[in-house]
């Protein structure tokens, strides 16, 4: 009874150990000047390292403080040369977790992109450097299923449609009129780390701007199929 009861004290003074040393973000004097510092401020973790200090053990898949042999948790910031702050990552044990932010120079939040385990999931946000919603996205596995950008003028400027795996339906509109001036099947290209591009595969139908159709066109990895062209 004496040794059950002397485990659990370990265990609970465990606990309580890395509850203590846990760091809440708004002690990170740098976070204080980010435009989302309400959402940052009482979020709690491990540890707070520079992004410089961790690396990615090939073999593992994992994130690890350099020199250190546990699999990284906490908040890793990469810093512009001026101190501010560039963007925060959440990882726990190893992997990618919750949101990642990327900031202007300003401290302006300009991407937000949602991760569970290593992988792009969830809502994502991407805005203008003056705090303006630029596009809204959702991600299931690293796939973006749905994407909605915007003008300036907060007028629709485009939209993508999942239907499976990479491939989807990518819609654009005429700045300042809810107006379609494409609508093309596309596939989704991940070439370039970080950027998703559409790559045109299948029937591409073109808008006038009183919404009638002025043409079909037909591509295979985005080339035109010439002979499949068919202008109305």
Do not use: W
């Amino acid at each position: 009874m004496q040794k059950k009861l002397s485990n659990k004290l370990c265990f609970y003074l465990l606990i309580s150990m890395r509850l203590l040393n846990a760091i809440t973000l708004n002690e990170v004097k740098a976070v204080k000047s980010l435009s989302n510092y309400n959402e940052l401020k009482n979020i709690k973790v491990k540890e707070v390292v520079n992004i410089e200090k961790i690396e990615r053990n090939k073999r593992y898949n994992k994130v690890y403080v350099i020199g250190e042999n546990l699999p990284f948790s906490g908040a890793a910031i990469t810093y512009f040369p001026n101190k501010r702050i560039e963007g925060i990552s959440f990882y726990k044990e190893g992997k990618l977790e919750n949101s990642a932010y990327l900031y202007a120079s300003n401290g302006q939040l300009i991407l937000r992109t949602p991760y569970f385990n290593d992988k792009q999931h969830g809502k994502g946000y991407e805005y203008a450097d003056n705090g303006k919603l630029r596009c809204n996205n959702e991600f299931n596995n690293n796939i973006e299923i749905f994407s909605e950008c915007y003008n300036a003028d907060g007028s629709l400027f485009q939209r993508y449609k999942g239907i499976s795996s990479k491939k989807g339906v990518l819609t654009g509109h005429y700045e300042g009129l809810n107006k379609k001036s494409f609508e093309s099947e596309v596939i989704q290209d991940f070439s370039k780390k970080g950027i998703t591009n559409y790559i045109r595969n299948g029937k591409t139908t073109v808008y006038e701007r009183n919404g009638s159709i002025l043409g079909e066109l037909n591509f295979n990895n985005d080339s035109l199929l010439g002979a499949k062209a068919k202008i109305i």
